[in-house]
C-alpha cells in the first residue's frame, strides 16, 4: 500500500485514519529531537568545545550508519569526561525546549485515558524533568556516572541494564504495555531516528516526527511539518 499525504507535511501508509485515540492504551516517546528541540549529548559536548565531534557521531548513528547504538554512546559519552554537572543543568535551562504540539499530544492522551512513556537513548537529568514538565507516568533513560561534581565519560548501570537502545526501547515499550494489561497494537510509538525503530516497529501505530528518510519510510505516519499535535489530526 503506498502512502497517501494526508494533509499537507503529514503522510499515512498502511492504515486508513481517522482511528480512535481511546483504542490505545499507552503512548510512547522519544526524547531528543522528538519530545524536546535538541539531542541533550551534543549541547553537553558544546559545553567542552566537542559538539561537532559528538554531533557528527549522533548524526550518523540516527541515520542507521553506525549500527551498535550502544557503542555509540559510549564513544559519546567518553568524550564528555570532566565536563562540569553543572553544564547539564544550563543545557536544560538555556537550550532545551518542548517540540511544538508536544504538550497538547501529551494533554489530549492523557484526556483519552492513555498512560505516557518517555524512553530516550539520552539521559536521565534530562528525561526525569522533562517526565515532571509534561506529567509523562514512565521515563527509562541512560544515567550518566559522576564524581566530584564532574562527568566521569561513563555510563551507569541500572536495573534493567546499562544503556537504553534500540532492543532497549523495544523491550520498555512492551514491558510496560503488559504492565498495563495492554497489547502491542494498543500502543503508540513516536520517535525520529534509527534506535526508534524497534519499538515503532511493534506498536500498533508507529509515527515518524521530523524524522531520517529510513524512519518516515517505515512509519505508519510521518509528520514532516508542523508540531506533534499534527497526529491529532489523524484520530478521533
Known amino acids: 500500500m503506498s502512502s497517501t499525504e494526508f494533509a499537507p507535511g503529514l503522510v499515512v501508509q498502511r492504515f486508513t485514519p481517522p482511528l480512535a485515540l481511546a483504542d490505545f492504551k499507552l503512548i510512547a516517546f522519544d526524547m531528543d529531537s522528538t519530545l524536546i528541540n535538541i539531542e541533550c549529548i551534543d549541547e553537553i559536548a558544546d559545553a567542552v568545545g566537542k559538539k561537532a565531534e559528538v554531533a557528527a ?3 550518523a548513528t ?3 550508519e553506525i549500527k551498535d547504538f550502544k557503542e555509540s554512546l559510549r564513544r559519546r559519552v567518553a568524550l564528555l ?3 562540569p554537572v553543572s553544564a547539564l543543568q544550563q543545557v536544560y535551562d538555556e537550550r532545551l525546549q518542548l517540540n511544538p504540539g508536544a504538550s497538547e499530544l501529551v494533554a489530549a492522551c492523557k484526556a483519552a485515558s492513555l498512560k505516557v512513556l518517555l524512553v530516550s537513548g539520552g539521559f536521565t537529568f534530562f528525561a526525569n ?3 515532571a514538565r509534561l506529567g509523562i507516568d514512565f521515563a527509562r533513560s541512560n544515567l550518566l556516572d559522576e564524581a566530584d561534581g564532574q562527568l566521569t565519560g561513563r ?8 544503556i537504553c537502545d534500540g532492543a532497549e526501547k523495544r523491550r520498555t515499550l512492551l514491558e510496560v504495555a503488559s504492565l498495563l494489561g495492554a497489547s502491542a497494537q494498543e500502543c503508540i510509538a513516536v520517535g525520529d531516528g534509527a534506535n526508534d525503530l524497534p519499538m515503532m516497529g511493534e506498536a500498533g501505530l508507529s509515527v515518524a516526527f521530523h524524522a531520517k528518510p529510513k524512519v518516515r519510510e517505515q512509519a505508519m505516519v510521518a509528520i514532516n511539518e508542523g508540531g506533534l499535535d499534527r497526529l491529532l489530526e489523524l484520530l478521533r
Open 57 to 59: 557521531i549522533t548524526e
Open 62 to 64: 540516527m541515520r542507521g
Open 81 to 83: 569526561e570532566g565536563v
Open 129 to 131: 524533568r522533562v517526565k
Open 155 to 162: 555510563v551507569v548501570q541500572q536495573a534493567w541494564g546499562d
